[in-house]
Structure formats: C-alpha cells, structure tokens
C-alpha cells in the first residue's frame, strides 16, 4: 500500500521527490566484490612465492584513500610503504620487521598502523586476512 500512496503522491504538482542518497556508511563485506590476485615484484620476494588478494571496498574520488580487504600466502618479501595504513588482522600469524628493528608478531585480533617511509619485510607464516585503511600523502 506504500507504493501505491506513494506513486498518487508523486502525481501531485506541488511535491518533489528527490531520488535517494547514497549512503554514507559503508559495512566491510567482501562477498559482493571481485576480488583481485597479484604477487610481490620478484625481486622483493626473500623466500617463498606468496600470493596477495585484495577486495577493495572503497576508494575516494581523490584516490587517496583506500578500504577493504588483504589476503596473503605464506611467504617472506620486503616492502616500503610510501603510504599511512592502518590495519586489523583477521586471521592468521605474519611477522613484520622494520628495518634495524625487532620483528614484531602480527595474530588475529591485532590493530597496527604502517607509517610512510615504513622499510622492512613481512613474514607470512599461516596465511593471513587483514582489513586496511590506506592514506596516501
């Protein structure tokens, strides 16, 4: 009955009806994107053959900030974030390892920030699911 009061109401000439907004809040739910596979440049591969999925659930139109999902396989590789990213980890055990600096111990329930300039290497030891929120400069 809501639809049909609300075609007679559109009807009338002094009402408008603007179409509905977008929303404003997003929920973390990956099973609706596509998600998309790629490795580390090989020479940044230390040891192994990992393999990253991400779901991106969220991008600006600026493209300076990111959201969504990261996957990976067991393996070692470096990195150097020229990016601030902040992240959960879901699932899994990773070790990270900045550069002159003691590895650190990444399990499920874990909340870390990446600053830009971070240098060092990630250890995917049991593969790991994190959620991610990146800003670049």
Known sequence: WLGILMQSMESLPFLSFAPPLMSQFIKFD???????????????????DPQFTTWLLETTPDEKIYAG???????????CYDEWEYCTILEGHAVVTE???????????DHIVFRDGYQ??????????????IILP
């Not at 999902?69 to 990195?79: D, F, I, L, N, Q």
């Not at 550069?99 to 329930?109: E, F, I, M, N, S």
């Not at 990630?122 to 991610?132: A, D, H, M, R, S």
């Open 30 to 48: 990956r099973s609706t994107i596509t998600p998309e596979h790629e490795r580390p440049k090989p020479e940044r591969v230390i040891e192994g």
């Open 69 to 79: 999902y990261w996957a990976a396989t067991p393996g070692t590789w470096r990195v």
């Open 99 to 109: 550069d002159g600096q003691p590895p650190v111990t990444l399990k499920a329930g």
């Open 120 to 133: 060092g290497q990630w250890q995917v030891i049991e593969p790991v699911l994190k959620t991610f929120v």
